[in-house]
């Protein structure tokens, strides 16, 4: 008689990065950075290549501090 055996597999959700700056949603592959707000430090800011690169501004949308 073979036994059968069932192998559970458990992924963690990814979770969704988006660019503080350009609001578009930053690929998994891409050179992106991420880092707590300078001011209040609750909100973690992502940075899209393209916008880092480019000195786009962001906002809290915490604390409303704006950074290069």
């Known amino acids: 008689m073979l036994a059968l055996t ?6 963690e959700t990814a979770s969704i ?5 350009c609001k578009k949603l930053i690929a998994p592959d891409e050179k992106a950075v991420s ?3 300078p001011n209040c430090g ?3 800011i992502w940075r899209c ?3 880092r690169t480019m000195t786009v501004p ?3 949308p ?3 501090f704006e950074g290069p």
Do not use: A, D, E, P
């Open 6 to 11: 069932t192998k559970i597999v458990l992924h």
């Open 17 to 21: 990065r988006i660019c503080s700056s």
């Open 35 to 37: 880092f707590r707000c």
């Open 42 to 44: 609750s909100v973690v």
């Open 49 to 51: 290549q393209k916008c």
């Open 58 to 60: 962001y906002k809290c």
């Open 62 to 64: 915490n604390c409303g």
